[in-house]
Structure formats: C-alpha cells, structure tokens
C-alpha cells in the first residue's frame, strides 16, 4: 500500500477502515523529512501525517508501518512546497497589495506619462480597494471583459455559416464560462457593472463565503441570470486561485484527503472550501458529506432545527459557506424561473469548487437541482479526487448527454497538480478539452504530462514557453487588436521563461482557446 491511496477496491486505502488522510506541514523540520525520505523513518514521518478511519483515529506511525512509506517523496515534495509558500506568504500578500495598488493607480490615471501630468497638476486619481474601478492582477493581466462578438471574425472562411447559438458544447457557451471564471476573481461592485452593463445580463448575487482551511471568508463566487425575468440560464462562477494568496497555493499542493463512503476520496482542501466540513474536526465532514435522507452516522447526530434539509446540519456554518449559500439561492432561482438551466464554471481552484459542487447535489440526491444541470465547465482545474469519485460522477454528468467539460491549456501547471501516476490517488474524470500552444484543440483522456514530468521540462517546456511570449508580441498584428496582449501579461511571460507552466496558467490563453481554437482534425473550427 501506498502515501495517499492506491487505485483498487474503490480507490485504495492505507489500512483497513481508513477514510482520511492529512497531511500536515507544520509538525515537524527539514531533519525529519530527510529521515521519513531517505530512510523511511516511522517516528520522523508520523509528524507529518494524521490518518483515520472507522470512526477513530490511526497515528501517523500506523500509517506509514501500513505501506505508507512507498513513493512517499510525494508526500515530501507537498510538505517541501506548502513550507516555502509559508515562508513567502506575507511578502507574497505585501507584494500582491503593493502590485495591484500600482496597476490600478496607472490604469486610473493613463499610465506612467497621464500619471505624470496628473502628479503635476494635482488631480492624481488614487485607487480605492473594493470599489467599482479597482481590478484586480487577473483583471490587468486580461482587460477583456466583453462576450465575444463572432462578427469580429465574419471575415474568415471558417466562421461562414456558423451558428452563434447559447447551447451545451457551443463555443459562445464556452467563452461565457471563461469569461465569468475570469470575472470572479473581481470585488462585487466590478462584477455587478460588467454582468449588468456589458453582458446585458441579470446580476443576481456576490457571496463571500467561509472557508475553514484558511479560516476566513476567502471563497468567493458569483451568481448572474441572463435576463431578470422569465430567463433561460443561470450561470454560477467559483472564483479561482489568487496570484498573491499563499493560502490559495498551499490548498493547490495540499495532499489531504477524506473519503465519502460509496462515493470516493475527494481533495480535503476543497471540500472546507466549500464549506462541507473542517480538519480540524474530521466527524464534520460526515455530518455533511451523507446522503440528506440518511439516518445519523457512527453515533454522529445533525443538529436538526427543522424538517427541512437545508436546516439540518450546523445552521450558523451553512448561512456563511459556499455550497449551501449557492445550492439555497439556485432553489429559488429555479423556482422562479420555470425554463432556466444553470452552468457552473471556474478558473484554477474555483474549477475545482465548479465540479465538486455538482458532486454534493449527487449525493445530497438534489434531483429536481440536477434535473436543471446544464454543464460544468472548468478551466485549468487541479484534480479533485480518486478513480472511484470520477467513476461516481461520470454516470451522472455523461448520460443521456455530457455535461463536463475540462478545459487545459498547453503546459498549465494546475491541471498536473495534486501528483498522480498509476498507483497514487488523485485522478483527472471526463474528457478534456486540450488546447496546444497553436491553440489546435484535441478531445482526450487526460493532458499530455500529466505530472509535468522533468524530462520533459528540458527542452521542450522552455522551448514553448520562449514560442509563447514571442506569441505575445505579434498576436495582435494576426488576430487583430483585440487579442493584443498588454505589459502585464508579457511580464508573466518572462516569468514563464524560469517556470514553465505558471505563464500558462493565465487565463489569457484560455480566452485565446476559446475563441481562436481549431479542431485538430483539420482547418475547420470546433463547433459554434
């Protein structure tokens, strides 16, 4: 058996009755994980890994006497990085705040020479976080904020004909999605001006919800219709992994893992994002993880308040977390519109929030919500869970018609993360939708490199990322002013040159994939 699971007899387990794992960074140093690497140290990696099941708990010498010592270097590696991100958390948020202060004091006042002349005059206009003209880092990465317009491209041959329809797999739909992940990660007042003014849409809500990980309200998603009344569509956007948020980062690399019964394991991160539960007291995680009309669980009694399911597990936590707060406002929204369907959709991290979400509404047997389903999209989505889980949620977003879709670009990082190989837990579920560097589009199983993997770093990811910003310069001058990339986004680009796959991640190119993506089969574009 094996650190995090091995495929097998649902998933894999460490030891009999074992349904979670977390992996801690902060219990021990840099002398013990040398000893839990090199020589599988029992003592040395137990400070590193809280492991339970059957309703108690299995100390981390357990574990590892259980098997838990091969290709633990996984296991290592996740601590390693979760240290370093610790180490630069605050320069990173200080440096986050001062980066964002100083784009949003350009943008505001016509960059460096109308910031000069306006320093001369007096009549500087100074950034307010939170108000309706502050972007966020994504924002000044990709200024877009309008709904393609395909007249933009009615000159070339291969959009002749084409049908701009808002349907399941329509590219209109896709760009959309990709659009409000990106979106997301603005404050309330930016979502709501361009939901109402630019998209002509239906603002419905901006929540920011607990997340018990990094114990404060840091999940934050967004809920539009696209008309106020009678509407046709809701669209529910996760806001994704922020640039500057070390908390972020460390749930990305986190390894930790809770096991739903007859369901899977699913990334433990991801589920206190939501709301669904807290390590620090893992008989949480079953008081929400169970089917709703299931009867108490290991002795573990709901807090019932009512009949009413909504009321039925920790009130208080459901008003603030994520996944109640959008399944309370998605019953009233289908309620008062008969023929609306809603999409969930994310960038990064809030790609995993998008397709977690649906697989709560599963188990919490919310038929008349999934009935409503129309997809999943996701964008540079980490993985989320075991084999098991994928298997679960394929049933029920495939048939009669697939609803997930998993967008990768090229050599994106996130996708490849948390580490996976032929035995280890975390796999990807549903076709991906791939998206190479020429912006070709490909239907497959999984990402190439799937694990970024070091032979292929040299040299061929150093070679694309130099193809990439090189792209960045003359984009413009081929597909016109609209795709023209700004400083910022040519910065990363460099960025990229020394860590090839974080420039990938922007979601510049996942806008770019959208709307200039061809089939590889040929010069005739994916379906409109």
């Given amino acids: 058996m094996e650190v995090g699971g091995v495929e097998g007899n649902g998933g894999g387990e460490f030891v009999e009755g074992f349904d979670f794992l977390i992996v801690r960074d902060e219990n021990g140093g840099v002398f013990d994980l040398f000893k839990f690497l090199a020589w599988n140290d029992a003592q040395s990696g137990a400070k590193f890994l809280v492991g339970g099941g059957g ?17 633990r270097w996984v296991i290592v590696v996740s601590i390693i990085v979760r240290k370093i991100i610790k180490i630069f958390g605050k320069p990173m948020e200080w440096m986050g705040c001062a980066l964002e202060f100083v784009l949003n004091l350009l ?35 990709d200024s877009r904020i309008d709904l393609f317009d395909v007249k933009t491209l009615s000159t070339q041959p291969e959009f002749e004909d084409k049908k701009w329809q808002l349907e399941l797999g329509s590219r209109a739909l896709m760009d959309l999605c ?8 603005e404050n309330a007042k930016v979502v709501r001006n361009v939901v109402d003014l630019h998209w002509k849409m239906h603002f419905v809500g901006f929540y920011n919800c607990w997340n018990d990980y990094q114990k ?13 009344k009678d509407a046709n569509l809701i669209i529910v956007s996760f806001r994704g992994t922020e640039p500057f948020d070390a908390d972020d980062w460390i749930t990305d690399f986190d390894y930790s893992w809770y096991e739903i019964p007859n369901l899977g394991k699913v990334h433990m991160g991801f589920l206190e994002a939501l709301g669904l539960g807290s390590r620090a007291k893992t008989s ?28 039925a597990v920790v009130p208080v936590m459901r008003e603030m977390t994520a996944y109640y707060t959008v399944r309370s406002k998605l019953k009233e929204l289908i309620k008062e519109h008969e023929n609306a369907k809603f999409v969930v959709t994310g960038h990064s991290l809030g790609g995993a929030l998008a397709i977690l979400f649906p697989t709560v509404l599963v188990l919490h047997d919310e038929a008349e919500l999934m009935q409503r389903l129309l997809g999943v999209y996701t964008f540079g989505q980490p993985r989320v869970g075991n084999r098991q889980l994928g298997s679960y949620m394929e049933a029920h977003l495939e048939h009669p018609q697939k609803k997930y879709f998993r967008v990768v670009y090229c050599n994106d990082l996130v996708p490849r993360l948390p580490y996976d190989n032929k035995t280890f837990l975390y796999k990807h579920f549903g076709a991906c939708l791939y998206y190479n560097s020429l912006y070709v589009e490909k239907n497959v199983d999984e990402e190439p490199n799937r694990n970024f993997g070091l032979w292929y770093l040299i ?7 130099a193809w990439e910003m090189l792209r960045g310069f003359l984009i413009g001058y081929i597909y016109g ?32 994939s959208i709307r200039l993506g061809r089939m590889d089969e040929g010069p005739e574009m994916m379906s409109l």
């Avoid at 002013?481 to 860590?499: D, K």
């Fill in 481 to 512: 002013p609209g795709f023209t990339e700004c400083w910022e986004s040519i910065m990363l680009r460099v960025v990229g040159l020394a860590i090839p796959g974080l420039s990938a991640h922007s979601p510049v190119d996942y806008v770019n």
């Fill in 55 to 71: 309703g108690g708990g299995w100390s981390g010498e357990e574990l590892i006497s259980g098997g838990g010592g091969d290709h």
């Fill in 178 to 185: 990709m659009m409000a992940s990106k979106l997301a990660y």
């Fill in 216 to 228: 404060e309200q840091s999940t934050q998603v967004f809920v539009a219709c696209d008309k106020p």
């Fill in 459 to 465: 040299p061929a990811a150093y070679a694309n990322a």
């Fill in 284 to 311: 949480t995680f079953l008081e929400h993880l169970q089917p709703q009309n299931a009867g108490p669980s290991n002795g573990i009694k709901k807090q019932t308040n009512s009949d009413n399911p909504d009321e």
């Fill in 107 to 141: 943008s505001l006042n016509g960059n460096f020479l109308g910031l000069l002349n306006r320093f001369l005059h007096g009549t500087v206009v100074m950034p307010k976080r939170g108000s309706e003209t502050f972007i966020s880092a994504i924002g000044h990465l």
